[in-house]
């Protein structure tokens, strides 16, 4: 079932500042967000790391451009991971996943790895020109039994660029 209708309850967020510190303090949240027994605890690490290292690299700065915002949230099976910027001129993702990369070259396997090891994943631009970087990662974890805060999934724009269920 494709994550645009899954209910979502929001975990856990953060805004960080876009610099070479970024991914390793998105490691550090989702270190105290995550048990260190969980057993998808490295793969999320790995994740987030790609996906904020990418936002930091590819995302142009600017004034009130600095920042992003990082949120986690469990689904029946999933953790979702989502990565908020402020947008890029280009409104369309640039990555098809599948898509072969060049195993010489020093960067550019990023969401090759976030694809591997999520079962969905895109990116959608907000109204307001934010770009959503979001994958699932298949887990054990089901909704907790509170009130969920869901994190709406029905969105224009979604380009789903995950491995097919």
Known sequence: MPAQTAEIVVSRFITLRRNVKAPWEARQAIKIWLA????VRDDVLQVVSELVTNTCV???????RDWLKLRMGFGNGF?????IDPGAPVPEPRFIAGQSQDAE???????DI???LSMRCGTYVTPRGRRVVWCDVETAHSLPD????CLPTSRREVRSVGHPS
Request: overall charge neutral; aromatic content about 0%; proline content about 13%.
């Open 79 to 83: 953790i979702r991971l989502e990565v």
């Open 146 to 149: 509170q009130e969920p805060r």
């Open 36 to 39: 260190a027994s969980d057993p």
């Open 105 to 111: 070259a020093e960067s550019g396997r990023g969401l």
């Open 114 to 116: 976030v694809s591997r």
């Open 58 to 64: 590819h995302v142009p700065q600017g004034p009130q």
